[in-house]
């Protein structure tokens, strides 16, 4: 698959605050940047020939109906949730490399009008939330210690991280910071106001060692990305984002991660990335010190920090020196991360605005561009597996 | 009926046991820890399922546990996800590893316990939350 394909349009919709997307529907929304992306491509929904999705994926019968894709070759979705967001782009690659289908396009759209994420395993919320979880034999195990948002889980792995190798509340406020210092640059950024050291300590905590500001928002909206094959990249509109590699998975004893927090103690505290790291660079033929850019998956700031140890950008436990040494700031660090305000400060589009700002660094187009951007990794949610990253360079 | 102090409203603690788990829920009951372990190799498996992910045989034996184990991590819930437990906060969300079970963890309220002297590798022990007839759910103490 290596260097085969290149991601040749994105698209997107506006990032609005949980529930302020209607009267618009999920599906209207995934069509707006999917026609985006393809116009931002040079093609046209003439064009498109497949769906690769992740999480929550919709029906693409509907869609492929509404927007009268002539003719649809391959539709899959990878399973779990946000870890497969950069996967999901692996996935249309090795539809066209496989011959399936030649320009596929990779969509999340996201509405919480009728439920959050934030409350997403509580055994009960709105009526008719899609998001809460009912009693169910696994839940069982779980919900009953009251943990019943995502967050409240994540913090579970921080603490022990804290433990383990030092990791401080101080290094989640960089990593909140700096995150926000990269969207305070950007117009689509959701949160565009100053946040300081002191606001960081002065905020309310939600599940210690958590407090508001380690937690991404809450958002609606749709980012499209479409990728076909490398020849025909070469005569589109931009410079094509080549697909150096790919994966998704991870150990089958990391599984359920945060729902079942079995996961062997070796990894208890870390991303849930490590094998999916290993075959990225394996197959690249490259390793951490390639990457100009990266733009990891940050639901919540300590999750950052444990994939730049699985990434291999420094050793296990060191990640909270690494980011307090200054290493993920924009422009100056040695390696800039999330550059685009992220889940934390842009707005959450489960991962997808990760893959979008991946094509735009490595385009040259960013709004905090990397002078000189050659590699960009993208990565999907540290979640049950599988998780997954993608790995993007120029064409030059 | 007992229920220690911090933990979930009743309201909210519902169980939807399967063939699987429901051997684990029926002690409860009757306040005995039990965890189930592969009959061919020994190994045991949390939470209960079909099968042994060392050697794949299926069938278990219900091994009593004294419920006496380690805080591996813990969480304090300062915030309601949902309103029906706002009253209830601040809660310990803990991570209880049992000694001699090869790393079997509960996740579990830690209850009758200070928010200041909960730490990481402190000794707990088993306390019985009896949420409704025929429900019970296990918790710890920090001691
Ligand atoms: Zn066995």
């Known amino acids: ?396 | 009926m007992s229920a220690p102090r911090g933990v979930l409203p009743p309201d909210v603690v519902w169980l939807a046991p399967n063939v699987f788990t429901e051997p684990f829920w029926l002690a409860t009951a009757e306040h005995r820890l039990t965890l189930p372990r592969c009959t061919s190799c020994g190994t045991y498996r949390f939470p209960p399922s079909a099968f042994c992910f060392h050697c794949r045989a299926q069938a278990v034996e219900w091994v009593e546990h004294d419920g006496t184990g380690t805080l591996y991590s813990f969480t304090i819930i300062r915030h309601a996800v949902i309103p029906d437990v706002a009253d209830a906060l601040p809660l310990i969300a803990g991570v209880v590893e049992l000694p001699g079970t090869g790393g079997v963890r509960l996740v579990a309220s830690i209850v009758d316990t200070d928010l200041d002297a909960v730490a990481i590798g402190k000794p707990a022990e088993l306390v019985w939350y009896d949420v409704r007839e025929g429900t019970t759910i296990p918790c710890f103490r920090l001691v």
């Open chain 1, 1 to 396: 698959m290596k260097d085969r394909t290149a991601v040749v349009g994105v698209g997107a919709t506006p990032y609005y605050r949980r529930g302020r997307s209607v009267p618009q529907t999920a599906m209207e929304l995934a069509g707006k940047a999917t026609i985006a992306a393809l116009e931002d491509a040079g093609l046209t929904v003439d064009d498109l020939d497949g769906f690769a999705l992740y999480s929550m994926g919709f029906d693409t019968s509907l869609f492929a109906q509404w927007l009268g894709v002539p003719d649809v070759k391959f539709t899959a979705q990878l399973t779990g949730g946000g870890g497969g967001a950069a996967g999901s782009v692996g996935l249309a690659s090795a539809a066209i490399v496989a011959g399936m289908a030649d320009c596929v396009v990779s969509v999340m759209t996201l509405q919480q009008a009728a439920s959050r994420f934030g409350a997403s395993f509580a055994p009960r919320g709105t009526p008719g939330a899609t998001y809460s979880a009912p009693p169910s034999p696994e839940g069982n195990f779980i919900q009953p210690s009251g943990l019943m948002g995502p967050g409240q889980m994540f913090a579970v792995l921080a603490q022990r991280q804290m433990h383990l190798y030092g990791t401080t509340r101080e290094h989640f406020a960089e990593v909140a910071i700096s995150t926000r210092e990269n969207a305070r640059r950007r117009e689509t950024a959701l949160m565009r106001d100053e946040l300081t050291l002191d606001r960081y300590f002065d905020a309310r905590m939600i599940s210690d060692p958590l407090c508001l500001y380690d937690f991404c928002l809450e958002c609606d909206g749709a980012v499209a990305v479409v990728t076909t094959s490398i020849e025909r990249a070469r005569d589109l509109r931009h410079p094509p984002a080549v697909v150096m590699a790919s994966a998704h998975g991870g150990a089958g004893r990391w599984g359920q991660a945060i729902t079942w927090m079995g996961m062997p103690d070796e990894y208890f505290a870390s991303s849930g990335h490590r094998d999916v790291a290993k075959r990225l660079w394996e197959m690249a033929g490259v390793g951490p010190d390639a990457v100009d850019v990266a733009l990891l998956y940050d639901h919540f700031t300590p999750m950052v920090i444990m994939q730049l140890e699985d990434y291999g950008f420094c050793g296990i436990g060191e990640g909270g020196a690494f980011v307090a040494d200054g290493n993920i700031r924009w422009p100056n660090g040695s390696l800039p991360v999330n550059t685009h305000g992220g889940n934390l400060s842009e707005a959450y589009i489960i991962g997808m605005t990760h893959v979008k700002e991946a094509v735009e660094q490595i385009r040259g187009t960013a709004v905090n561009q990397v002078e000189g951007a050659t590699v960009a990794l993208a990565t999907g949610g540290p979640a049950s597996i599988p998780t997954s990253s993608l790995l993007l360079r120029s064409d030059r």
